[in-house]
Nanobody
Framework: QVTLVESGGGLVQAGGALRLSCVGS????????MGWFRQTPGKEREFVAA????????RYSDPVKGRFTISRDNAKSTVYLEMNNLKFEDTAVYYC???????????????????WGQGTQVTVSS
């Protein structure tokens, strides 16, 4: 059984920072590209950031570029999302996703991902 478990969400003031973590189990973590997506009520799930299975390629959506950083630690089967200078519009449920050895072209395509976590809430105030 493949599971992805996110953690690190919470309430933070605008301009603050959070680090999200996603721990995978039941899969060979190093064989999967990992992505972060977010969703607010009434909207489609939105791509945020991704790192491919080789670690050689990363992608960021325009709203978070320069503020968020994705990284992975395969020894811990964990992918991180460091979020800095948070804005109110970053408020969302953040989801971790895994895709088996994707071509970098597909890193931002949510339809390509095979597994999803349950999500962690990030709320940015003021």
């Amino acid at each position: 059984q493949v599971t992805l478990v996110e953690s690190g969400g919470g309430l933070v003031q605008a301009g603050g920072a959070l680090r999200l973590s996603c721990v995978g189990s039941g899969l060979i973590f190093a064989d999967y590209g990992m992505g972060w997506f977010r969703q607010t009520p009434g909207k489609e799930r939105e791509f945020v950031a991704a790192v491919d299975w080789t670690g050689d390629f990363t992608r960021y959506s325009d709203p978070v570029k320069g503020r968020f950083t994705i990284s992975r630690d395969n020894a811990k089967s964990t992918v991180y999302l460091e979020m800095n200078n948070l804005k109110f519009e970053d408020t969302a449920v953040y989801y971790c996703a895994a895709d088996f050895r994707p071509h970098p072209h597909y890193l931002s395509d949510r339809g390509r991902y095979d597994y999803w976590g349950q999500g962690t809430q990030v709320t940015v105030s003021s």
